[in-house]
């Protein structure tokens, strides 16, 4: 017989569209139960009976579905695993509000989103969605954007932040240390004679000597330090709340320790750099701090390479000379 439309499609249905009802739940794959006054679970439909009932027989306590659960490695992930003290939390909240939305993970890695409707009759429904695949989906999105923005930031060869970094957080550095009336300093690093190793032994071991300095410039970085790849074989190293002095100290530990390449065979590939540091001024621009810089080290490779040099009132910044060999 064909079933005729209530006329009151949010009451109790007739026999027939209960009756279906109750299959469609059967064959659901939510998961569907019920929790009398008491929160014991009266009432499941297979999905969550195969998921969670595990030979249970109804009614059960909530308390104890959630126990059993957490026995068998497959109940509502808890932090801190303290389920007597998650029940003492939990139990008084879940009838707090007529309806919530929330989402959980289980202790064998999957994800439900949960939906609790409090019935006038003070009874609980609880329907939940398997959301474990869009999770992982989120997830990968997740982890893909924080390696898109990392690579964004970071030269590829070196693994050091790269020009466009370098620049951005300089620029907030100097601004932050203007304002906090902090010095703030860089040190243009080059190394010498770049093209030599080039021609002698490879482009490939060019790229490995890149490579070396990159990683012996971090280890002597303090907190708050940047030293990134602005270009070929020209690096700059931030230093704020350095002055001009300290950031010279800095460059030069890095460069009278730094260790040459070694090659295959044990045969070492000295290599070397020369640098010229500067002390922003107030309103200075990274432009014209890295010009002041710049001069420094046109001199120090004029001198002969192989050391540091400060600018000094000639390149502009009226800070005194401080330079080492
Ligand atoms: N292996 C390698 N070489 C690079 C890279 N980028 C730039 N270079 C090389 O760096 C060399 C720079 O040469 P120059 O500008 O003449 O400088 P230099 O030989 O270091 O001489 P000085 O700076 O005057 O001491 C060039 O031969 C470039 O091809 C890179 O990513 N890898």
């Not at 919530?100 to 969605?129: C, N, Q």
């Not at 390449?261 to 000295?270: C, E, K, N």
Request: glycine share 8%; aromatic share 6%.
């Amino acid at each position: 017989m064909p079933l005729v439309a209530a006329p009151n499609p949010a009451g109790t249905p007739p026999p027939p569209v209960a009756a279906a009802l109750v299959q469609a739940l059967a064959e659901s794959e939510l998961l569907v139960a019920l929790f009398d006054a008491c929160d014991q679970l009266c009432w499941c439909n297979p999905a969550f009976a195969q998921r969670f009932l595990d030979g249970l027989a109804l009614p059960v306590p909530f308390a104890e579905l959630v126990q059993h659960n957490s026995r068998r490695g497959l109940g509502v992930r808890i932090d801190g695993g303290d389920v007597e003290a998650f029940l003492r939390d939990r139990l008084p909240r879940r009838r707090r509000l007529p309806y919530r939305a929330f989402e959980v993970d289980t202790l064998d890695g999957r994800w439900l989103r949960m939906t609790h409707t409090l019935l006038e009759s003070g009874w609980l429904l609880s329907v939940s969605t398997d959301i474990t695949e869009l999770k992982q989906g989120e997830l990968m999105l997740r982890r893909a954007q924080a390696q898109a923005e990392q690579d964004a930031r970071t030269d590829m060869l070196t693994g050091a932040p790269n020009r466009r970094h370098v620049f951005e957080y300089g620029l907030m550095a100097l601004q932050c240390c203007d304002l906090a009336g902090q010095p703030c300093s860089v040190a243009l690093i080059d190394l010498d004679h770049f093209k030599r190793i080039n021609d002698g032994h490879g482009h490939d071991m060019g790229d490995a000597v890149l490579r070396s300095l990159a990683a012996q410039a971090f280890a002597v970085l303090r907190n708050g330090d940047l030293f990134g790849r602005i270009g070929g074989e020209e690096f700059l190293l931030l230093t704020p709340g350095a002055r001009q002095e300290q950031a010279l100290e800095i460059v030069e530990r890095l460069r009278c320790q730094l260790q040459p390449l070694m090659l295959d065979g044990g045969a070492r590939l000295p290599f070397s750099f020369s640098a010229g540091v500067a002390q922003a001024l107030s309103g200075d621009s990274m432009d014209s701090l890295i010009t002041r810089a710049d001069r420094a080290l046109y001199r120090a490779k004029l001198a002969g390479r192989n050391r540091t040099e400060s600018a000094d009132a000639g390149d502009g910044s009226g800070l005194n000379t401080a330079s080492s060999s």
